[in-house]
């Protein structure tokens, strides 16, 4: 899918993000899988990452992001009438998480659903809240993208154990006057799924169900490294622009040899480009917002910026999305 945005200019008016207070080093799962520091940091980039605590669930973590995202746009949290969760490991399939989030942060008129687009899930989310604020179907959005992978990874699978964290983002999406979306394509691969899966957590009988994340990290290496790259110039050529336009490049954060090869066959400078992989390791769906926010802090995401954010993951997914920020937007 691809589009441009319709005329309605719907921007992004608070932003807040979360991550557990567990720090946890390589040298720490050192101590677990058959690994080091200098491995982990050589092939991924990551020096540490976040791990929930065992009583703590994704609203746990979406929820402060949550409350920053709405005490920066202002305004009550009842005039929030959709709520969208970007997720993978929610605190459960039913209620949701966006359901139980609504309840809690007091949005009695929202409509509230997950959605399940892997670690492209906070693209999925923002796109799919454009277009329903675009058409009016609602005026004010929450939109949290935010994952607990820790709890579904293998401790003994040193393949995977290095490679995630936790965190949360989420945004206040609303009609902005100037500036906004400009534009998104997302796509998906399902017969490449079996790359990246959690075939143990569905209605599909497996005769060996597996509760933990499976990965063919040379697959997904590939697959990451083209569509990223294919993503954003897809959109770029539909909305007529360059490389050159945008000004800030926050792309999943996965792997930094992943986001090295997509900068450079780009032909994004490195100083567009914003990389926290080494402090959060993939978050999956708190990754872009989660990246977004460092962007605004140091000063890159400012009035004017054009904002290019790709993602990729489990699906297979991926998905683009460009943003030009105005000062009505979050700081
Ligand atoms: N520590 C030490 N050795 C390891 C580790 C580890 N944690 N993991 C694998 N190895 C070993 C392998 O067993 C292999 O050993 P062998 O040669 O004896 O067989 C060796 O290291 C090299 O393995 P490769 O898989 O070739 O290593 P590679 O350089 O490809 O890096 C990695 C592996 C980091 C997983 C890479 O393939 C990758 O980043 N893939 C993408 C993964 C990813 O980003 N997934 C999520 C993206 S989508 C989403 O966000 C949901």
């Avoid at 319709?6 to 991550?19: K, S, Y």
């Avoid at 966006?98 to 892997?118: N, T």
């Avoid at 290496?221 to 790259?229: D, E, S």
């Amino acid at each position: 899918m691809i589009g441009k945005a319709n005329g309605a200019r719907i921007g992004i008016t608070g932003l807040g993000v979360h991550v557990p207070a567990k720090v946890v080093t390589n040298h720490d799962l050192a101590k677990l899988v058959d690994t080091s520091h200098e491995w982990i940091v050589e092939r991924t980039g990551i020096h540490e990452r976040r791990f929930a605590e065992q009583g703590e669930a994704l609203t746990d973590i979406a929820r402060p992001a949550a409350i920053r995202a709405l005490e920066q746009a202002g305004g009550e949290p009842s005039s929030i009438d959709l709520v969208l969760c970007a997720t993978v490991t929610p605190d459960m399939m039913f209620p949701t998480s966006s359901a139980l989030l609504a309840d809690e942060l007091g949005m009695p008129d929202a409509a509230a659903f997950d959605l399940l687009a892997g670690c492209t899930g906070f693209v999925y989310a923002i796109a799919q809240a454009y277009g329903m604020l675009a058409s009016g179907l609602c005026r004010r959005a929450l939109v949290v993208g935010g994952d607990v992978l820790s709890k579904i990874l293998d401790l003994d699978d040193r393949s995977t154990l290095v490679l995630f964290g936790d965190g949360a983002g989420a945004v206040v999406m609303e009609p902005v006057e100037r500036g906004g979306f400009l534009g998104f394509e997302l796509g998906a691969d399902g017969g490449g799924g079996e790359s990246l899966w959690l075939p143990g957590s569905g209605s599909r009988h497996f005769d060996e169900p597996d509760k933990f994340v499976k990965m063919n990290g040379r697959e997904v290496y590939k697959f990451a490294t083209r569509v990223l790259v294919s993503s954003a110039e897809k959109l770029l050529d539909e909305l007529g622009l360059t490389v050159d336009d945008v000004d800030v490049y926050i792309p999943h954060q996965a792997n930094i040899r992943i986001i090295d090869h997509a900068a450079r066959k780009l032909g994004v400078p490195p100083e567009k480009v914003v990389i926290n992989v080494q402090r959060y390791g993939n978050t999956s769906s708190g990754s872009i917002p989660l990246a977004l926010a460092d962007a605004i802090a140091d000063g890159r995401v400012r009035p004017g910026a054009k904002v290019l954010m790709t993602g990729m993951g489990a699906g297979l997914t991926w998905g683009s999305s460009l943003i030009e920020w105005t000062e009505e937007m979050a700081a």
